[in-house]
């Protein structure tokens, strides 16, 4: 498993969010209310959809796309304030549990599919790629979903992107080993151990996480690797006007409990 060279960006450089029985493991851990892990917690939730709602749309009615929308928590809360959502993911069972909350959220369209590759349709008001996410894809396939994003997005649209920082991302390749028992957990229904391996890459500026879950009963062992790109503000700022966005701006007032991320704002043109 490569994490050297041309290579790191190659392969399953991420954890598999699409496989269903990992995507069913994983909703469990988008709605549990203990910690911000795979979703944030509700409370967080709700404060940044008032935020999005109020400061930044003026509470008038919007389009909206979420891109890696998970269990749709945003999209849901948006729709409800009357803004039409269409929300892309690839994990099913996360989908699964979006279009099962409708008509609750009745203005909302769930799309199972790999943002990498689906269409975004639109025009959008507005398009969101939060929680660090687009830090985990690869500079060629960032470049063309940002490419894209702006693609979908009307005269006036705007894309707002919550990105990973510099210090987050090294702190997270320079953490310690650790090592964990469990009966079952997010890596299997099973007894298993895991123990995870964290590596700073200091010439890519690349975090590289290897999961190694070994079966308790069976001995048998597979590996998962998370690889997280750092970008500074400068290199952020020339990948969205690359794109085709205007000049983007970081957002001191979006409600986040953790400095290891920041929200950036690109309007259009």
């Known amino acids: 498993m490569a994490t050297d060279g041309q290579d790191i960006w190659s392969g399953a450089y991420k954890i598999p969010w699409d496989e269903p029985g990992f995507s069913r493991r994983m909703l469990a851990e988008h709605l549990s209310q203990d910690h911000d892990m795979a979703s944030r ?9 008032a935020w999005i709602h109020g400061r930044l749309l003026a509470a008038r009615p919007s389009r909206i796309l ?4 998970g269990p749709g928590l945003y999209c849901h809360r948006l729709a409800k304030l009357g803004h039409r959502c269409r ?5 099913p069972a996360s989908i699964e549990y979006a279009r099962g909350r409708l008509p609750e959220a009745a203005a909302c369209e769930f799309v199972l599919g790999d943002i990498r590759h689906v269409e975004f349709g639109g025009p959008y008001d507005l ?9 985990v894809f690869s500079p060629a396939e960032v470049r063309d979903i940002l ?3 702006r693609a979908g997005c009307g005269a006036e649209g705007r894309l707002i992107v919550e990105v990973s920082t510099p210090d987050g991302v090294k702190a997270l390749g320079g ?3 650790s090592e964990y028992e469990c009966v079952s957990g997010l890596f299997s229904d099973r007894p298993h151990r895991c123990r995870t391996e964290n590596r700073w890459l200091a010439d890519r500026h690349v975090a590289v996480q290897t999961f ?3 079966e308790t009963g069976s001995g048998r062992s597979r590996v998962y690797r998370s690889t997280t790109q750092a970008r500074s503000d400068v290199e952020l700022v020339d990948l969205l006007t690359e794109a085709g966005f205007a000049t983007a701006s970081r957002c001191e007032t979006w409600p986040v409990d953790t400095d290891a991320l920041s929200l950036w704002i690109a309007p259009a043109g």
């Open 175 to 177: 953490a310690e080993a």
């Open 212 to 214: 190694t879950i070994t």
């Open 87 to 91: 929300g892309i993911d690839f994990g």
């Open 66 to 69: 979420d891109l890696g929308c």
């Open 147 to 149: 490419r894209r994003a």
């Open 41 to 49: 917690r509700l409370a967080w939730i709700d404060a940044q959809v």
């Open 127 to 135: 398009v969101m790629l939060l929680f660090g996410e687009m830090n």
